[in-house]
Nanobody, 122 residues
């Protein structure tokens, strides 16, 4: 199985940028579909974006289209989430996940990181 560790979260002003990293160990991320999700207290975990094993195709939630970009470096066994034009509504704990299916449902992802907090101030 794979272990995932997110980093790069923090406090940023609206309109700013952050890049999250998800470092994997135990198994190559090239074996998995990789995704990013986010969650705020009292709400369900929300799909943000995902990338296929080859990295050739990505899918973004409507709320982040044109602002967030997922990428993967299989050689470094790391997935990234570049977040631009951040809005206060993007404030959440962001989770990296690995799974076998091309899906937006968190139920289809088998492995999760511990999460990293992103806070966007207005």
């Amino acid at each position: 199985q794979v272990q995932l560790v997110e980093s790069g979260g923090g406090l940023v002003q609206a309109g700013g940028s952050l890049r999250l990293s998800c470092a994997a160990s135990g198994r190559a991320i090239s074996d998995y579909v990789m995704g990013w999700f986010r969650q705020v207290p009292g709400k369900e975990r929300e799909f943000v974006t995902s990338i296929r094993r080859s990295g050739g195709s990505t899918y973004n939630a409507d709320s982040v289209k044109g602002r967030f970009t997922i990428s993967r470096d299989n050689a470094k066994n790391t997935v990234y989430l570049q977040m631009n034009s951040l809005e206060p509504e993007d404030t959440a704990v962001y989770y990296c996940a690995a799974g076998w299916s091309w899906s937006t449902s968190p139920k289809t992802y088998d492995y999760w990181g511990q999460g990293t907090q992103v806070t966007v101030s207005s």
